[in-house]
């Protein structure tokens, strides 16, 4: 094209994105309108509610955010053409201005290529600067052009410095991540994702196509996403608003399983046993021991006649509950009704008409009845059947059997048990096994699709708590068995997907990086040798980024002067060191003058923060600084997988300092 035409092209772009914007602040407006208005119009007070609800969301989702752009691309089919972009703008007669890149036309945008043009003639990709359209590039697929990854404006997308939450990458999703987000509800896959391919980023974008295929199914039964710690979480907080979908919940594994106060800290021998999964079935056995077959008949009056019902007919009432394999709760129920059913049998046979529902409530209510219950089916709180367990060694022999050693039944025992349940300083752990215990006893409220992000450092336990609320729905599970640092972290995606109760899960490898650089990339590769799980290294498409290992005298003073130097830079900063060398670095750097946050401090606007190895995990910063590997080596049992870990945390430079030699792997 001449330039005059390229500038006339780029100023007709110019200002469809303007009238984008009217016309999304315009349909806010709408929507604000309803808002106030929605009581005057609705029906009765529940409609009034119910409605009030919808159009506050409704307002939540147009909101615009002026530094991000409402398109990114373009599609022309011959004559038609649509422009992409983060969510739907119509004008005021219902025309689509922008089409969500949802949308199953917008499919093409991530999946044409020249040698499938899937009837795109040109694909246009456009440059954005703070909001404003700067620039574009276009591919005629139909001539056999394309760009790939040396397009320049996908490249400046990927490769951009950021300071603050992670962002959405619906501009930059590639046709392998773009076939794992659109795969349908209910397939259950789980990725297997190398440093910088993109995991996380798929998890999320895939929660945002679920719930725009399937809205009001998914608004029902709900989406989860569940991450490792809260720094994680508040990190990823933002993607999702930003894509206009902003009723996902966000919880640790810690947040669902929340039933006591955690207040004190396992032994490492007590914390292994009680993660895992032989676990389940003691729990089971000793909640199942509590049934008795009943020896005695009850006798049971109404006032005017007295009923009975013998041994042998309570005895096959609780045979059967049990062979239902219903959960405790619910089988306790299951009992009195039937024993119910049984007197309510007696008074027809003997008044020849059905009693009334006031009677059986009190049958069932009553004296004989609820001791009965008591006797052979009592009931029992998730919190007292854990603390029974841990307290009482005789119920834990009887309970774990052969399941358990010695030794490990010893680990689990408490030395010097509470009086009481709410007097028991519980764990971590504990919390999980009374979770589990509350699954036995009741069913827990499930979600129509779980995200589950870090999820090789899940125990078979934690595990668990999850299918527990996922049994009907879905489940995406990403993750990186050479990341994992817990004690009981995953070797095999397999074992996993059977605790989480989806065995037949595709397992899908990444291993294409577009966000850390080659040159980390392959220091980190040195790792993987010494990390025991069998896992594809992975590759880079960059190779712009910048790697520095330094031997320094002093540890403080290089890391304020690498600090000082990656400031130079755009972009955010990490220091990344042992857990007991952080307190120490962050006052170096305040004697120094350089303002420095903490992982959880996402509010702040100190470009620079100072990060504990163990709260690295899913993170991403454009310069890292690793000070001292060897320490965070040594500071734990997987102590190599921990600084595989941080290795991978750098999307633009990494500088590693140290005073003792490093890890042999990387020497």
């Known amino acids: 094209m001449p330039a005059t035409d390229l500038d006339t092209d780029l100023a007709a772009e110019r200002d469809h994105l303007a009238a984008s914007r009217v016309a999304l602040r315009h349909m806010r407006e709408r929507a604000e309108a309803l808002f106030a208005t929605g009581d005057k119009v609705a029906g009765d007070a529940y409609t009034a509610e119910q409605l009030g609800r919808h159009m506050a969301r409704r307002v939540a989702e147009l909101a615009d955010d002026p530094t991000t752009p409402l398109f990114f691309g373009k599609l022309t089919f011959g004559a038609d053409r649509h422009h992409v972009g983060r969510r739907h703008v119509t004008d005021e007669a219902g025309e689509p201005m922008v089409l969500d890149w949802r949308a199953p036309i917008s499919r093409a945008f991530y999946r044409a290529s020249a040698r499938d043009p899937q009837g795109v003639t040109v694909r246009r ?31 400046a997308e990927i490769e951009r410095p950021r300071v603050g939450p992670m962002r959405d990458i619906v501009a930059t999703i590639q046709p392998e991540q773009d076939e794992l987000v659109r795969a349908d509800l209910a397939d259950s896959i789980c990725v297997q994702g190398a440093p910088g391919t993109g995991k996380t980023a798929v998890g999320l974008h895939r929660a945002a196509y679920l719930l725009y295929l399937h809205r009001e199914r998914l608004r029902r039964s709900g989406v989860l996403i569940v991450g490792p710690n809260r720094a994680f979480l508040s990190y990823i907080a933002a993607v999702l608003p930003a894509l206009g979908e902003v009723e996902v919940a966000q919880a640790t594994v810690e947040d669902l399983v929340a039933r006591v106060p955690v207040r004190a800290v396992d032994p490492p021998a007590a914390a292994a046993v009680k993660h ?36 042998e007919a309570l005895r096959r009432v609780v045979d059967e509950a049990r ?41 069932g209510k009553c004296k004989q009845v609820t001791e ?39 680990a689990l025992l408490w030395a010097k048990p509470a009086r009481t349940t709410k007097a028991t300083r519980w764990t971590a752990a504990d919390a999980i096994l009374i979770d589990e215990a509350a699954g036995l006893i009741e069913r827990a409220p499930g979600f129509g699709h779980i995200v589950v992000d870090e999820a090789q450092d899940l125990s078979p336990m934690q595990c668990r708590a999850i299918a527990r609320r996922s049994e009907h729905g879905s489940v995406t599970l990403l993750g990186d068995l050479a990341q994992g640092t817990e004690p009981w972290a995953a070797t095999d995606w397999r074992e996993s997907l059977a605790h989480l109760g989806k065995p037949d899960a595709a397992v899908v490898p990444l291993t294409i990086g577009f966000r850390v650089p080659a040159a980390v990339v392959e220091f980190a590769n040195r790792l993987l040798p010494a990390l025991g799980v069998d896992v594809p290294a992975a590759q880079s498409l960059r190779s712009d980024g910048e790697l520095a290992v330094r031997t320094v005298t002093e540890l403080e003073p290089a890391t304020v002067a690498e600090v000082r130097a990656a400031l130079a830079h755009d972009g955010s900063v990490a220091v990344i060191a042992a857990d007991d060398a952080v307190d120490r670095l962050r006052a170096a750097l305040a004697a120094a003058g350089v303002d420095s946050a903490t992982a959880d401090d996402v509010e702040t606007a100190a470009r620079v923060t100072v990060v504990p190895a163990t709260l690295v995990k899913g993170l991403e910063y454009d310069h890292v600084i690793v000070v001292e590997p060897a320490r965070i080596v040594t500071a734990e049992p997987r102590g190599l997988h921990r600084l595989y870990v941080v290795l991978t945390r750098a999307v633009s430079r990494l500088a590693v300092l140290h005073t003792d030699p490093l890890p042999a792997p990387l020497a």
């Not at 703070?130 to 990854?149: I, K, P, Y």
């Not at 219903?326 to 039937?338: F, I």
């Not at 029974?388 to 039944?409: K, R």
Request: with cysteine.
């Open 125 to 155: 990709r456009f440059g954005f600067n703070a909001g404003e359209l700067t620039s574009f590039e276009d591919e005629h697929l139909d001539r056999g052009e394309e760009l790939g990854t040396a397009s320049r404006i996908l490249t």
């Open 276 to 311: 895992d999964p032989r676990l389940a079935e003691v729990l089971r056995r000793a909640l199942h021991g509590y049934v008795r077959k009943p020896t005695d008949p009850i006798m049971v009056s109404d006032g005017s006649y007295r009923w009975r019902i013998e041994p």
């Open 323 to 363: 062979r239902e394999g219903l959960p405790y709760g619910t089988g306790r129920e299951r009992v009195r009704a039937r024993v119910v059913g049984l007197l309510q049998r007696q008074a027809e046979a003997r008044r020849a008409e059905s009693p009334s529902d006031a009677w059986l409530r009190r049958m």
């Open 372 to 410: 009965f219950l008591d006797a052979c089916w009592p009931a029992v709180a998730p919190e007292g059947l854990v603390f029974t367990l841990l307290s009482d060694p005789a119920a834990l022999t009887e309970a774990a059997g052969e399941l358990l050693t010695a030794e490990e039944q010893q």
